[in-house]
């Protein structure tokens, strides 16, 4: 494990280049493998939580043989905390949709989206605004990719990437089995690739910079900057982009209030992580991270907070598979228990084996992530959950 | 029921009938009548050859989709951790005396739904909430009653 000193950059927000869609414009005059491989070797990975290599997904889709492929960005911000690709989409707009265009050449896709959830439907005219400058240079580049807004329609859920395709392909957003991956079964069971709004605006920065320029900034594990979402007990609350690999005790000395308690990393599907790990907790590093911190000071009660995150699980599992339908009302029913003294305190460790269980039974990442935050609390705050 | 048909053919013309259609569709009716009637699913089913339960199943996934007729203004409060630290409560106790219902009640007239949701993305600027399409950011209970005062007024 290695850490570096917290440091500010600025590459995601940076200026834009002097034309529109230049970094678009000079990634065409390359071959499309170069591109890609420029996407591989950046070492960016992607920004929605999940963390998979961009450069690779990029590069099993463009493998893909097929009639039409679909490029997805996935602006459906759900994850409590994190406001950051709305941020992105308000004053960077075009390095967002430049990097949907740069996908598409690279992997031939001549159709994408922007899924936008519904409560950013302020957002719409502003979008299309840039979009109508996107595609009127696009005709004029020859690029035969079109893009367009769809909106969600209110649920946590269609953030997973299989769940958004089904609520775009008209349905409810229920996750599908993976594999096959939307890479090779996407949309329409064609090949799509879907991104992260910061995964796609860091793309552009990649082809703009160069691989090796990229990845100068963070650690061998983690490269780049990454944005975070700061929001809790935080003097210094919005959106901040740091470069990748500092430690949670820097992190807590510069946005913290000076009495802050414990960290929530990467939104209520992340870890808390309690004051006595700060110093060993590397953000990101074994959990990749959306970049939604929450930060707590010692005037907080932890049994609100798990109380606060498990009502939500419990609302936002989409209920097809048991084990997270049942389990997250389980557990919330079970905190409720113990702290109302109707269940002893040792009723903990059966919640956190049911949880674990949730982990290894669940069928998407929401049922399994429950056990993040759900282990480290109960676990570091234990008396907060009993007395 | 004439004007749902034509609503429903209007936007089934505009959108198309495939299945990957029917969530544009909903949101325009959403949008032209506020909310998803019995009536004008089942013209849905009808027009687009999908079964009136494929319909309801989907709608009623969807938090934005309501099916049943509820206030004009839907008043949505963050219940998000951090909006409730930065005291949702309050702002709730606020909006249920002006308008003298609970969260999850419409008002007289309809003209007023209280409802609290999941993270608007607004965490920073805590609480939050949402009156249709315009968000507020940074409630106190005093801020509250000036802008509900203003819808009351029925500035907009």
């Known amino acids: ?56 997904k990029w590069k099993f889709a463009k493998q893909q043989e097929s009639d039409q492929k679909y490029v997805i960005c996935n602006a459906d911000e759900g994850e409590p905390g994190t406001f950051k690709d709305r941020k992105l989409l308000v004053e960077v707009p075009r390095k967002v949709i430049s990097g949907m265009a740069i996908c598409a050449w690279a992997v031939g896709a001549s159709k994408g989206y922007i899924y936008l959830r519904r409560e950013y439907r302020y957002l719409v005219s502003h979008i299309e605004e840039e979009l109508e400058l996107y595609h009127k240079f696009a005709k004029e580049a020859g690029l035969d990719f079109k893009i367009e807004i769809f909106m969600g329609a209110g649920a946590y859920i269609c953030g997973e990437e299989t769940a958004l395709i089904e609520s775009m392909e008209g349905r409810r957003g229920e996750p599908r089995n993976k594999p096959p991956f939307p890479i090779k079964n996407g949309y329409l069971g064609k090949p799509t690739v879907v991104n992260n709004v910061e995964t796609f605006a860091s793309a552009t920065m990649v082809c703009r910079m160069g691989a090796d320029e990229y990845k100068k900034l963070g650690t061998d594990d983690q490269r780049g900057s990454k944005l975070f979402s700061i929001s809790g007990d935080s003097p210094k609350k919005g959106v901040h982009e740091l470069e990748l ?14 009495d802050t308690k414990a960290v929530q990393v990467g939104g209520v599907a992340g870890f808390c992580i309690p004051k006595k790990q700060f110093k060993t907790t590397i953000i990101g590093e074994g959990n990749t991270t959306g970049g939604s911190t929450m930060i707590f000071n010692s005037t907080r009660s932890m049994y609100n907070v798990l109380h606060n995150y498990l009502d939500f699980f419990a609302e936002e599992s989409c209920g097809q598979c048991t084990p997270c339908r049942v389990g997250t009302q389980q557990l919330l029913k079970g905190i409720e228990a113990v702290k109302s003294k109707k269940k002893p305190p040792e009723y903990l460790d059966q919640l956190v084996k049911l949880a674990e269980t949730m982990r290894l039974t ?20 234990r008396e907060e959950m009993i007395y | 029921m004439a004007e749902v048909k034509e609503l429903v053919k209007e936007l089934v013309d505009k959108y198309g009938r495939e299945r990957k259609n029917l969530l544009p569709v909903l949101q325009g009716i959403h949008l032209e009548t506020n909310y998803l009637s019995k009536e004008a699913m089942l013209e849905v089913a009808k027009q687009m050859d999908l079964s009136a339960a494929e319909i309801y199943g989907t709608a009623s996934f969807y938090s934005f989709l309501d099916t049943k007729a509820d206030g004009k203004y839907k008043i949505r409060v963050c219940k998000s951790i951090t909006c409730e630290m930065a005291g949702k409560s309050e702002i709730i106790r606020t909006l249920e005396d002006m308008l003298k219902v609970k969260v999850g009640e419409t008002t007289e007239g309809k003209r007023f739904s209280l409802l609290e949701t999941n993270c608007l993305g607004l965490c920073d600027q805590g609480p939050a909430m949402l009156i249709n399409e315009e968000f507020y950011t940074q409630l106190t209970p005093a801020k509250v009653r000036k802008i509900l005062g203003e819808y009351i007024r029925n500035k907009y």
């Open chain 1, 245 to 258: 690999g500092m430690s949670l005790e820097d992190f807590a000395n510069e946005f913290g209030d000076g």
């Open chain 1, 1 to 56: 494990m290695s850490n570096i000193k917290l440091r500010k950059v600025d590459v995601i927000f940076s200026p834009y280049s002097v034309a529109p869609y230049e970094i678009l414009k000079n990634a065409m005059k390359r071959s499309k493998d170069e591109v890609v491989q420029e996407l591989i070797d950046s070492g960016l990975r992607g920004r929605g939580g999940a963390g998979f290599p961009t450069g690779l």
């Open chain 1, 362 to 381: 669940s069928k998407c990442g929401l049922g399994q992530s429950v056990t993040n935050s759900f282990s480290s609390i109960v676990k570091n705050f």
